[in-house]
């Protein structure tokens, strides 16, 4: 195989580049609100090529559940790792592997490099390219000149996480959108976890009357915030599909006290006029809510709304919902044609939801 070249922009970026450095402890709270894990399997995405993955799969990269160690475990080719590991002394410049983002395309804003277990075999440094293209294959191949710098060369630690925030834009929909991502280590190595954050930008029909999940991660979907997410990720609940266990769905604690609710606010990938409701309680069969409702709220471009606001309208009343079941809502006569920004669901009194689906036809 040829050797891939670095762009000179992503050299020159080492130097100029203005990504801001993001501590591991605040690493959740600064991407989790308003982005989604554009390469998250989850979604779909998929690896299309790499230089090497002798020690550890390069798959491993896309894994949402964080890194496991097992020491003293080997294989054929050496220590087992939870990640993607090369051949030690590479003789080309760099490692890397590409990805077809699980979206149609994205706007990146951030970058997450995890090393957890790796020390000694860690990626000394690592860069990030970009581009937009419709053929896989030309991404592929040998001597593709596409690529554009997402973040330049950055200096990697062992067994740590470590992000970057490298357009603020792409928090505004200003941003290049990109479909293909290419992560490069120098020179070789080993990473637990890549993360590319960002929001979808998504393909709509052109018909505006044509039915769509409005809701839906690949359709610009972010579940912004939630009263609690103890045993599950809010961001679970816009994933496509109905998963493989409750660990992809979301699922609170349990209350103790009268009267308790738990909820998630979603900002809808568009607005739009709903027609029905789905609440999937699928692989939760002891834990499950008793009860959902289900409110709406048009708030201004930009803005997110309060959840004690006054505003909020009942979309769906109380339902009562069952272990293991796609439940499908009607909604209310008198929300009917009403345009919305942002869906909210809560389940009483707690429990575990796998997807929140919200179906209706765009405000253009």
Same mark, same amino acid.
């Given at each position: 195989?040829?050797?891939?070249?670095? +762009?000179?922009?992503?050299?020159?970026?080492?130097?100029?580049?203005?990504?801001?450095?993001?501590?591991?402890?605040?690493?959740?709270?600064?991407?989790?609100?308003?982005?989604?894990?554009?390469? #998250?399997?989850?979604?779909?995405?998929?690896?299309?090529?790499? /230089?090497?993955?002798?020690?550890?799969?390069? #798959?491993?990269?896309?894994?949402?559940?964080?890194?496991?160690? =097992?020491?003293?475990?080997?294989?054929?080719?050496?220590?087992?790792?939870?990640?993607?590991?090369?051949?030690?002394? !590479?003789? +080309?410049?760099?490692?890397?592997?590409?990805?077809?983002?699980?979206?149609? /395309?994205?706007?990146?804003?951030?970058?997450?490099?995890?090393?957890?277990?790796?020390?000694?075999?860690?990626?000394?440094?690592?860069?990030?390219?970009?581009?937009? +293209?419709?053929?896989?294959?030309?991404?592929?191949?040998?001597?593709?000149?596409?690529?554009?710098?997402?973040?330049?060369?950055?200096?990697?630690?062992? !067994?740590? *996480?470590?992000?970057?925030?490298?357009?603020?834009?792409?928090?505004?929909? $200003?941003? =290049?959108?990109?479909?293909?991502?290419?992560?490069?280590?120098?020179?070789?190595?080993?990473?637990?976890?890549?993360?590319?954050?960002?929001?979808?930008?998504?393909?709509?029909? !052109? /018909?505006? @009357?044509?039915?769509?999940?409005?809701?839906?991660?690949?359709?610009?979907?972010?579940?912004?915030?939630?009263?609690?997410?103890?045993?599950?990720?809010?961001? !679970?609940?816009?994933?496509?599909?109905?998963?493989?266990?409750?660990?992809?769905?979301?699922?609170?604690?349990? #209350?103790?006290?009268?009267?308790?609710?738990?909820?998630?606010?979603? *900002?809808? %990938?568009?607005?739009?006029?709903?027609?029905?409701?789905?609440?999937?309680?699928?692989?939760?069969?002891?834990?499950?809510? $008793?009860?959902?409702? &289900? @409110?709406?709220?048009?708030?201004?471009?930009?803005?997110?709304?309060?959840? %004690?606001?006054?505003?909020?309208?009942?979309?769906?009343?109380?339902? /009562? &919902?069952?272990?293991?079941?796609?439940?499908?809502?009607?909604? =209310?006569?008198?929300?009917?044609?009403?345009?919305?920004?942002?869906? $909210?669901?809560?389940?009483?009194?707690?429990?575990? &939801?796998?997807?929140? *689906?919200?179906?209706?036809?765009?405000?253009?």
């Amino acid at each position: 195989m040829e050797v891939q070249t670095l +762009s000179p922009e992503v050299i020159q970026d080492t130097i100029t580049s203005t990504a801001q450095t993001i501590p591991a402890e605040a690493i959740s709270s600064t991407f989790e609100k308003d982005s989604i894990d554009l390469i #998250s399997y989850r979604l779909n995405s998929r690896i299309l090529s790499f /230089s090497d993955e002798w020690f550890a799969s390069a #798959s491993n990269l896309l894994t949402p559940t964080p890194p496991i160690r =097992k020491p003293n475990t080997f294989t054929h080719a050496g220590a087992w790792y939870d990640g993607w590991e090369t051949r030690r002394h !590479n003789p +080309s410049p760099f490692d890397w592997v590409i990805i077809r983002l699980g979206v149609a /395309s994205g706007r990146v804003r951030g970058v997450e490099i995890d090393t957890a277990f790796f020390d000694g075999n860690h990626a000394p440094e690592i860069a990030v390219e970009g581009c937009f +293209s419709e053929d896989d294959g030309v991404v592929m191949g040998d001597g593709f000149e596409g690529w554009e710098t997402v973040l330049g060369k950055r200096a990697c630690g062992p !067994n740590q *996480r470590q992000a970057w925030v490298v357009d603020d834009g792409g928090k505004e929909g $200003k941003g =290049k959108a990109i479909t293909h991502v290419r992560l490069c280590m120098f020179p070789d190595g080993g990473i637990a976890r890549f993360r590319l954050y960002g929001s979808a930008v998504p393909v709509f029909p !052109n /018909s505006v @009357e044509e039915e769509i999940e409005l809701s839906a991660a690949v359709n610009g979907g972010v579940a912004v915030t939630a009263s609690d997410q103890h045993f599950g990720a809010r961001g !679970n609940l816009l994933l496509p599909g109905r998963g493989v266990d409750m660990g992809d769905g979301w699922e609170t604690k349990r #209350s103790r006290g009268e009267g308790h609710v738990d909820w998630v606010v979603v *900002r809808l %990938g568009a607005r739009g006029r709903v027609n029905r409701v789905v609440v999937d309680t699928a692989h939760f069969r002891g834990n499950y809510p $008793k009860g959902v409702r &289900v @409110e709406g709220i048009l708030c201004g471009e930009g803005e997110e709304p309060v959840v %004690g606001d006054e505003q909020w309208v009942e979309v769906v009343g109380e339902q /009562s &919902v069952g272990p293991d079941v796609e439940h499908v809502f009607g909604v =209310k006569e008198v929300v009917k044609g009403r345009v919305f920004s942002h869906m $909210k669901l809560v389940i009483v009194p707690d429990g575990g &939801v796998k997807r929140f *689906r919200v179906f209706g036809t765009r405000d253009v």
